[in-house]
């Protein structure tokens, strides 16, 4: 079975602060995706990044960096110079077998990010 | 065109009416998904569609049916539905592979009263 904890429930910033989400997974398959996803307030969530478990090279988008360790099963999210439409709900999320032919999408319990002007 | 469409965007309905939730892709995806999501808590998968076979279905009461009439839309017809299914359905759609992103629509708010 797989499991993805947040355990940060809400966070809250001032503009231009940087801010890390943490994410822990747990599975026992050896190839997965770890993904962030973005919900505002609107309802949609916003795909934003991705890693598979072979590739622990972390990297840099823009505002958005990620830091995947295998050895301590974390995939943490960063955002630099947070902005007020940055606020959302963040979510953690795992990809891995399920059985059959078929793969599913855990979420974390997801992370309220509220930044303040 | 990366967008899922789903309507209604709201809907209200009584515990003894029959309505349907739509989805629409055009993205060529090949699975589609229905998830739930109660207020302050992560979506919950209810159905996977793959190749317009279910291929998942999270046991889910059977108030709930889904449909995929073709490889661009997916229905969720609902039926004597109870208050505690209020919620925000969301459907999504994806390559189907283990590591191709998940596209959302906006979701269907649905209150049952």
């Known amino acids: 079975a797989q499991k993805v904890t947040q355990a940060q429930t809400e966070i809250s910033v001032v503009e231009k602060e940087d801010v890390t989400l943490d994410c822990v997974y747990e599975?026992?398959?050896?190839?997965?995706?770890l993904f962030w996803y973005k919900q505002p307030p609107s309802g949609e969530l916003v795909f934003l990044i991705r890693r598979n478990s072979f590739d622990e090279q972390n990297e840099i988008s823009g505002r958005y960096s990620w830091n995947f360790q295998k050895s301590t099963s974390s995939f943490n999210f960063t955002i630099t110079a947070s902005q007020v439409v940055d606020s959302a709900v963040y979510f953690c999320a795992l990809s891995a077998y399920s059985g059959g032919s078929n793969y599913k999408l855990t979420f974390g319990k997801g992370t309220l990010l509220t930044v303040n002007p | 065109d990366t967008e899922v469409t789903q309507t209604p965007k709201h809907l209200v309905m009584g515990m003894t009416n029959k309505k349907s939730l739509k989805c629409e892709q055009h993205?060529?995806?090949?699975?589609m998904y229905w998830y739930k999501q109660k207020a302050k808590k992560p979506p919950e998968l209810m159905f996977v569609y793959s190749y317009e076979k279910l291929s998942i279905n999270e046991s889910v009461p059977s108030r709930f049916s889904p449909e995929c009439p073709n490889s661009s839309l997916l229905n969720l017809h609902l039926h004597a539905l109870q208050p505690e299914d209020s919620a925000l359905y969301l459907c999504?759609?994806?390559?189907?592979?283990?590591?191709?992103?998940?596209?959302f629509g906006q979701g269907t708010r649905l209150t049952v009263v």
């Open positions: 599975t026992r398959d050896t190839t997965y995706y």
């Open positions: 993205m060529g995806h090949r699975a």
């Open positions: 999504a759609s994806s390559q189907g592979d283990r590591g191709s992103e998940a596209f």
